[in-house]
């Protein structure tokens, strides 16, 4: 199948996912309801749970026990951008074309919004029909909520965002740089990785082949990040570019230079598929994916 | 025993729980960390783990495996608090007797650290040793979860966050005021004693004192918060008072009067303790919370 096809049908199934979880007919209901859908449906490329319905799938994982953790995985990300957007932190106007939530809301409905988003994620995650679809899977469920939970907090996703305030305006060494972006992004790449790998019954070396290809991949998505923030083009990628160098934030093409580190993506890239290499064609997608990071339109 | 020296040892649990948790070495590590420390040890009275401990304690719970759900009912209270208090909801400047949260580390590093304390308390109620202390309790265990997270999200707690931004300034009648705050403090309240008397074997009719009991106090504790918000003293609260009149906020003495409320506060006490005859001096605590709380220092 072409990747393309592949990426917009897991995407449909997200979508429908989180459709049924929040309803439109919810929309009229409340502000807070607008805002969580406004954010929620916003046109976001779902990377994050099609990884985890990739690994699931690579793995033999079969059924819609993945779909709780994949929607879960896209509510966790989506808050975290519309915190990330609030005046206080990033301030800025535009997230994928659109005014971002506080813009449209207010900032006390977006800070709401977000919060409803991330706790949302944690009852969906821990929900009958989840638990249900992997009869006598508790156990493991819960260790999988547990993961999320670790790779979104304290020491992952928060404290990473934290580091990436603290670090603008000052000049970085590339570990530390690594280190800032293995917290911000890497470990919740790594964690929907995780989750449909175990979900889908890995063990042993195939699971460890997975996690070492969710962490180069993790660290591959951000350097296309960073390229496409100096490269991009705004009305392509739906949000301004150039804000990186204007706020001087800790960046890819600014510790090591625009040229090394599109080598460095594309042999993170390389790495991460020669860590499937104990995988035949059930992981092509996953494959396709890694490959598809750093040929994003510049 | 004295319901003082109960609610202070029960107090204290739940605070070393929350040190291992996020132990004082850490402080020196982040701002993140020394925010989330802050807001967490800056006085509380913990009323919501001690709820919980107590319905446990009066099914006849044993061990510790309420504590990691004390300590994340706290948590998420906690973020609420620092999330509430930002400039963009009610931009309060002191809680607790102390400067609020982004008054000490700026709105950026609040607004995180009300993130990860949510998280963070999804990752304590799941963690390993929170499933060891109770064998075989996954399925309980995630069910509480869920339980939680639903009471603090879309349908819970943030509704009705955002309910009372929305209600400010305009007249609203009883129905409406009891639904915002059974919303905004009276489910997670709830769910505190529900989680303690489900985690310590509670059922059927003793499980429906419990229930009925936890409604009933829920509403009773805003009824008495507001009343302190007009006639208590703010060097004794540690924040400001007549805030609620200041901001045109929805309260019982606005809705009700104050002679009113406080009959209806009483009566509500009275109603907690009824739903609690089925037990003997095992709910003394849970009595004497109740009553505790309308006694509360004016």
Chains 1, 2 share one sequence.
Not at 158 to 167: A, Y
Request: charged residues 25%; negative net charge; contains cysteine.
């Amino acid at each position: 199948m072409d990747i393309r096809t592949y990426l917009s049908q897991k995407r449909d199934l997200v979508d429908e996912g989180m459709e049924k979880y929040f309803p439109k007919s919810m929309d009229s209901q409340t502000t807070l309801h607008k805002a969580v859908r406004y954010s929620l449906f916003a046109g976001g490329k779902r990377i994050r749970p099609i990884l985890s319905i990739a690994a699931f799938e690579a793995v033999g994982g079969e059924g819609d026990g993945i779909l709780p953790f994949a929607c879960g995985l896209e509510m966790i990300h989506t808050y975290s951008l519309i915190h990330d957007d609030l005046p206080a932190i990033d301030n800025d106007d535009y997230r994928r074309g659109k005014p971002t939530c506080h813009k449209v809301f207010g900032e006390a409905i977006a800070i709401l919004a977000g919060d409803a988003l991330l706790t949302e994620a944690f009852h969906l995650m821990t929900q009958p029909s989840a638990r249900a679809s992997q009869p006598g899977a508790e156990g493991l469920i819960l260790e999988l909520v547990n993961e999320i939970a670790r790779a979104a907090g304290l020491s992952g996703m928060v404290i990473g965002q934290v580091m990436d305030i603290e670090s603008e305006g000052k000049e970085i060494d590339l570990p530390t740089l690594e280190y800032l972006h293995t917290n911000k992004t890497g470990k919740m790449i790594l964690a929907a990785i995780k989750v449909g790998a175990r979900l889908g019954g890995a063990r042993g070396e195939a699971l460890r082949g997975l996690i070492s290809y969710g962490e180069k991949i993790g660290l591959a998505f951000q350097i296309a990040d960073d390229i496409l923030n100096v490269e991009g083009k705004a009305d392509v990628l739906g949000k301004n570019t150039g804000t990186d160098v204007t706020r001087k934030k800790a960046t890819y093409p600014g510790v090591l230079g625009l040229r090394e580190s599109k080598r460095r993506g594309a042999e993170l890239v390389d790495r991460a598929v020669d860590a499937l290499s104990l995988f035949g064609p059930e992981a092509d997608p996953l494959r396709e994916i890694a490959r598809f990071v750093v040929a994003r339109e510049h």
